[in-house]
């Protein structure tokens, strides 16, 4: 596969696996016509630790690799303050540097060559005057209305919104032009920023971009029982295999059903795409039994058929995942454990002692601060000293009156920036 594609093989891989493409002539203009590599982005806000989830919009990375692309990966560290401060700022620059070590193991693991990958930080840029000034430009045509919208599905809504969040699309837009990208692709939870773009960058004199997006897979790992908030039923990347398998175990997947089934469309958007991509023949996905033969698919369609009728049951499907998902992960967690470096940088990234320590000292839980240490704790997020929860389920831990009221508590000033 990684082998020298026809421009019209190449064009077929880099639409293929999709939900929709927006403006596909601009790639077969690229390829047939101007006879180059097409230039893509993909980005990734620097918030929470990248779980299994990741490997959904990897493999298109990884066709878009093997179609002859030339992909860089954004990695929107500015995006991830903007968005109701996912990342406070003092993070951020670290969780980057992870995101990078963590996209390039997986993207190796998957077989793909990434010497046509390139990481851009998001601030590298984006600060700069020309950046800047276009930014004033799009934001003096902009309407709120318009913004809000644009941002409806990403952004993460709240009663008192900030203008960051405001500014998010409009940024995002901007990016295909300074990347310099031909096309920008993302899940389908982007169109309203893609649509935005493709609106307004002609206003400040840029072209309009094609979009490439990817439907959106029911998470893997939502545990059946537990709440999906719950942190341990989300599989990291550096699972090892005991915790990989303990955590389907617990996954939802209910018999006989594949529509929404996390665990099926795992192996359907991962798993089939990976083996594919790395041989030449069609993928095969075996699935052991005991005391009988294996049940082999070359398909993802016949899988569904065994499925739906039961000869392919919930326990025999997870064990088969879980042996193909720890090949998956082995080398990316060897390449961890063989790295101090990264390993550095993952404490420096997600420090784990913060909410633990505070957790210690809380005794009044009356303070706000001290409320929100403790249920963070209790969730395995960070507490900021503002009572203000980071981490991926911040929102749903977030305790305690307004910022404001909690510094003026505390006698500490906003942070500067
Ligand atoms: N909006 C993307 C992140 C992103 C940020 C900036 C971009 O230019 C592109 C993508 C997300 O939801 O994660």
């Known amino acids: 596969m990684a082998s020298k594609l026809s421009p019209e093989d190449s ?28 230039k893509v982005y993909w980005g990734s806000a620097t918030t929470g630790r990248p779980h299994c989830g990741y490997f959904v919009p990897m493999m298109k990375v990884a066709e878009l690799l093997a179609a002859g692309c030339h992909v860089k990966i954004l990695l929107a560290d500015i995006h991830g303050y903007l968005d109701n401060m996912k990342a406070p700022i003092d993070l951020v620059e670290f969780r ?100 935005f773009a493709m609106e307004n960058l002609p206003k400040i004199g840029y ?22 908030s719950d942190p341990d039923s989300k599989i990291d990347l550096l699972d090892d295999p005991a915790a990989v398998e303990k955590k389907l175990k617990k996954a ?7 529509e929404g089934n996390g665990v099926i469309a795992f192996v359907e958007h991962v798993i089939f795409r990976a083996i594919a991509l790395k041989v030449d023949h069609e ?52 390449e961890y454990e063989a790295s101090p470096d990264w390993q ?24 706000p601060a001290k409320r929100a240490a403790a249920a963070a704790a209790r969730k395995n997020v960070v507490a900021q000293p503002d009572g203000h929860v980071e981490g991926e389920d911040a929102e749903k831990v977030t305790v305690g009156p307004s910022t404001e009221e909690t510094l003026q508590k505390l006698k500490v000033s906003e942070p500067e920036s």
């Open 207 to 228: 072209s309009v971009r094609a979009h490439l997006m990817n439907s959106m897979v029911p998470g893997l790992g939502e545990a059946a029982k537990m709440s999906a």
């Open 11 to 38: 064009i077929a891989l880099i639409k293929a696996n999709l939900a929709e493409v927006l403006n596909p002539e601009i790639i077969d203009n690229v390829i047939l016509k101007e006879k180059r590599p097409l």
């Open 283 to 334: 993928p095969i996905f075996k699935v052991e039994r005991r005391d009988e033969e294996p049940l082999l698919y070359t398909s993802i369609q016949k899988l569904k058929e065994d499925y739906a009728a039961d000869i392919l049951t919930p326990q025999l499907l997870k064990s088969a995942l879980t042996h193909h998902l720890n090949e998956l992960l082995k080398p990316i967690v060897a």
């Open 96 to 195: 980057a540097k992870y995101y990078e070590r963590v996209i390039k193991a997986l993207l190796k693991a998957v077989g793909v060559d990434i010497a046509r990958l390139e990481f851009v930080l998001g601030s590298s840029y984006q600060l700069n005057k020309d950046y800047t000034m276009d930014r004033f430009k799009l934001e003096g045509i902009t309407r709120v209305e318009v913004a809000k919208k644009a941002g409806a599905e990403v952004v993460k809504q709240s009663a008192d919104p900030t203008l960051g969040g405001l500014i998010y699309p409009l940024m995002q837009a901007l990016d295909e032009q300074y990347l310099d990208v031909d096309a920008q692709f993302g899940g389908v939870d982007q169109r309203k920023i893609f649509a």
């Open 252 to 258: 939802k997947c209910p018999p006989k059903e594949v």
């Open 344 to 367: 550095a940088i993952s404490l420096q990234a997600y420090p784990p002692e913060k909410a633990a320590v505070k957790v210690k000292k809380v005794k009044d839980k009356g303070d």
